[in-house]
């Protein structure tokens, strides 16, 4: 066996978290960077546990900040992060508190701090005596309410002034571990027929009766579990993220562009619809742009894939004009906080303004790509109105011949459907 897999996962896990939040890694980018060091086995407890604490970071900061007169910084601050592991398994999984302490007090060898077990063990075993008043002091002291609703600030300050009513329900989503959510490929079976095959391997499922496609599993699982996922039989996809294909209308014969397009998920649902679109798929990101095309080799369905960026479509569009565009455009992803929790402390308040800019220069430089009497979609993952509702306000009053079709369509994320998506569909005029 490779001894790279026998690395403690505790500490893969510290390193990662540590990664995200000194070094401003996304959650996903350090969980693969370490994925060597995972034996298959421990996938899923690693992911438990990083996107665990990332969900209750102010809570963990609480208990730890509590226990100990000093923080730790400089070339131990990793084991910080090693405690906000060790305290989240005592709280949050079913792990025995024997072996959670033990395990992560070993993690310190192999983060290269031996010298400090001692100080990590005695934190550790402060916590399972104090645990019920510690608790208690968290939900007396702290009425801040980045504590008590785990959010940052500047984030709440938006929400409640965009939402004054539904404010709590969305940062109550948030803060739960998001559903299962499936597109079922219409072209291999009804939604019925799959349920019928998840029900024969025991797993639980409703269908979405608003869309033909989609399917939530009352439990998660592992797609290798899903019957006939490799041969592209059902697509893992959020239910309002399946929306997008349905509202730009493909169909057969028509130049599309899928712009901002990986991993995939949206283009192989445009060619479920219309299997022979001719379809470019383009994204600024080599390493995601070859996400396309594994989902494309999964579903058997072709595509032209680009590197390309938004900002500059003349240097990989070659003049070409489009019957419909598809923009996901870079947003805050406000929107998925449940499922990249890392993106409440990873984003600032100031990024609003620099990404709502992107996404109009984005949006004008595309526009000009969009045939006559074009369908364009214009979509993100962000709940703020900033890169939405008044995004698209903005655009209409500067283009003349852009058009809104229908109303403006916001999803705010809720705890069994879908995540927090904007969707308005715009119309090109001569």
């Keep these: 066996m490779n001894k790279k897999l026998h690395s403690n996962i505790r500490a893969i896990c510290a390193q990662a978290i540590f990664n995200v939040l000194e070094d401003g890694q996304s959650l996903s980018t350090a969980l693969t960077l370490s994925s060597h060091k995972i034996a298959e086995k421990d996938r899923a407890l690693v992911q438990e546990i990083c996107f665990g604490v990332m969900r209750v970071l102010p809570e963990l900061n609480f208990y730890i900040h509590t226990l100990m007169s000093k923080v730790l910084t400089g070339k131990n601050r ?132 608003d869309l033909p496609c989609a399917i939530r599993l009352l439990s998660p699982v592992n797609v290798t579990k899903l019957p006939y996922f490799a041969e592209g039989a059902v697509t893992v996809q959020d239910l309002s993220a399946q929306y997008a294909a349905y509202l730009l209308a493909p169909k057969n014969g028509e130049q599309i562009l899928d712009m901002c397009a ?59 004009q489009f019957d419909r565009i598809l923009l996901d455009s870079p947003c805050s992803a406000t929107g998925v906080i449940r499922r990249h929790p890392d993106i409440k402390w990873l984003r600032r308040d100031s990024d609003i303004a620099q990404l709502t800019e992107l996404q109009h220069a984005i949006l004008t430089n595309i526009w000009s790509y969009l045939k006559t009497d074009g369908t364009l979609v214009y979509a993100t993952c962000s709940i703020l109105p900033d890169e939405n509702k008044l995004q698209i306000e903005r655009f209409l009053k500067e283009n003349s011949n852009a058009q809104l079709v229908g109303d403006m369509k916001q999803f705010l994320p809720t705890a069994q459907g879908g995540d927090g998506f904007f969707y308005a569909v715009l119309k090109k005029s001569s």
């Design 78 to 209: 990793v084991l910080h992060y090693l405690l906000l592991v060790g305290i989240y398994q005592i709280l949050y999984t079913r792990i025995p508190e024997h072996a959670a302490v033990g395990e992560t007090v070993n993690a310190v060898n192999d983060l290269k701090k031996s010298a400090l077990k001692g100080l990590v063990n005695g934190v550790l075993r402060a916590f399972l005596r104090q645990q019920a008043s510690i608790q208690q002091k968290f939900i007396q002291d702290n009425k801040q309410q980045t504590s008590q609703t785990l959010h940052p600030s500047w984030l709440l300050n938006r929400l409640k002034q965009a939402y004054p009513q539904q404010w709590q329900n969305i940062i109550n989503a948030n803060n739960q571990k998001p559903p299962m959510w499936l597109r079922v490929n219409l072209n291999h079976y009804s939604v019925s027929e799959y349920q019928q095959l998840l029900a024969e391997q025991q797993i639980d499922s409703e269908a979405f009766a």
């Design 262 to 320: 990986a991993p995939g998920g949206k283009t192989t649902h445009i060619l479920e619809i219309a299997p022979k679109a001719n379809l470019l798929a383009v994204d600024v990101d080599a390493s995601r742009a070859k996400r396309i095309e594994e989902n494309l080799a999964r579903l058997k369905q072709v595509a032209e894939v680009k590197v390309g960026d938004g900002l500059t479509p003349e240097k990989w569009c070659s003049g070409r």
